[in-house]
């Protein structure tokens, strides 16, 4: 599947609390999340976000916290993939369980400015940048992960496991 | 072939050997935490994967110390949710209220983790336990319901950062110190993926609860783990928690590392990480005189009895300064009756202290002590993100207990030994 929005940039070392900072964590529903996505960094910075378009970060995306309620913020923003130039060990694994797509594409990420429009293929690793015509090629989605996509994320994966243990 | 500490514990609970760095583990883990804001979403997916119970009723730990004692109805909630759950599902090690600590001092102290253990945590501090010589990491909640419903989980093999600290610590220079200088050196993604293996003189010196405190902030440099060798030290700290059966674990000599760091600590001052990242450490002497709001003392990093003594040793005899709240927690009930036994409490309360419950309510700007815009606070947590402990406008600094203490008299960050 293709998906195609503007970027929206970041910097490095984005942490949790920047993505959904702690007096939101009362709750568990992706659209509340999602409404205060990224207010630690800016408040209001959702506005600017319409349902398709990409997050662009520099290193260390998704640092510090556990709160598997920053990849559900941000799914819940309407955000559907992320490209970093690097991600957090933790927020890395919680995206992939979520059915947040996730892109590490190194330095490239340079070549993304905030405002360009891009097309993206996590099957083949493939980023089009419309707006400047260049594309970048990352490494596909890794195959593990893929299963974990292709499942619908870690929930049904485990759930079709422990329907197999128990026929 | 020659295994880290990470590769010797994680072979622990694997049936297949475990290969290099980078290959895929399965493993049995034997514990798994949530906390009241990570278990709400914990219960939700396990519930989602169509699980009925527990792998095990007694290696599941359900820690209510975020948004405790309960700060408004939604945290209320959350808590009552997680609370029928346990009931449910007959967990044994459910707290919550009187019983309740902050989850990573309290964790230890019940004698629930020891050497070899491999622990998976809705925390990404549950690192922490890395200083008992467990392979401890941090995930998201649906990765704890998955290990709760299975008693298993996935691991990547992590490559080893060995970092070793030579020389005498100076006095007034602690475990806090050692850790903030090395994410001061490495930078908060200097461990991503990786493990952090600690040894060298200094470490074998350390007590268990300074290794405690390393290994909590390993996550700060982006680490997996953050693994101490489990000595005669850690067998004698868990034969004194109920953890009697504990054995020695070692790194084999040759074990391939990615890189080793090594530091000499007999010249170090106490540091300090200034706003808004772990990684900006300076010493201490570099940002005397900024000064602070609010001074917290506790947390999972340094609410321990050990730090509740050094910070009473700064305050006694001496006054707060004026203008500054200087909140001091110890982390869990044994160590806030400790605390009182000793008589340092005393020493808070002449002090002009305020003395809290155990909670990690303000680490994360959760209660019990948020920042208004523009105030400043210095802290013995982990983290001093923009906006971490209030308001996006304020600022956090990250030092030792006797740092933090020294700050609190004078109401500017000091060097205890300036006193």
Redo the contacts between chains.
Sequence with gaps: MKYTGTAHKVGAHIDTDAIIPAKFLVTTDAQELGANCMEGLEPGWIKRVKPGDIMVAEENFGCGSSREHAPIALKGAGIPVVVAHSFARIFYRNAFNMGLILMEIGDKVSEIKDGDKLEIDPDSGTIRNVTTGAVIQGKPVPPSMQELLDAGGLVPYVKKRLAKQEA | MRYTLAQKILQRGSREPIGEAGS?ARCAVSLVLAND??A??AI??FR????RKVFDKDRVALVMD??TPQK?I??AE?VKGVRQFAREMGITHYYEGGDCGVEHALLPELGLVGPGDIVV????H?CTYGGLGAFAT??????I??AM??GENWFKVPPTIRVEFSGKLPKNVGAKDLILFLIGQIG??GA??KALEFGGQVIADLDVEGRLTMANMA?EA?G?AGLFPADDKTLAYCMEHGRGAAESIFPDPGAEYERVLKYDVSAMAPQVACPH?PENVKPVGEVKNVSVDQVVIGSCTNGRISDMREAAAVLKGRKVAKGVRCIIIPATPAIWRQSMDEGLFQVFMDAGAIVSPPTCGPC???HMGILAGGERAIATTN?N????MGS?ESEVYLANPSVAAASAVTGVITNPSDL
């Design positions: 895929i804001i990570t709400p979403l939700k997916s989602g994967m169509g699980a975020h948004f408004d939604a945290s959350q945590g809705a925390d990404s549950t941090g995930m998201g909640s649906t990765d319901a998955a419903a299975l908060v993604a991503l993926y996550i982006g997996k990242l994360l700007g959760g983290r993100f923009k906006g971490r996006l």
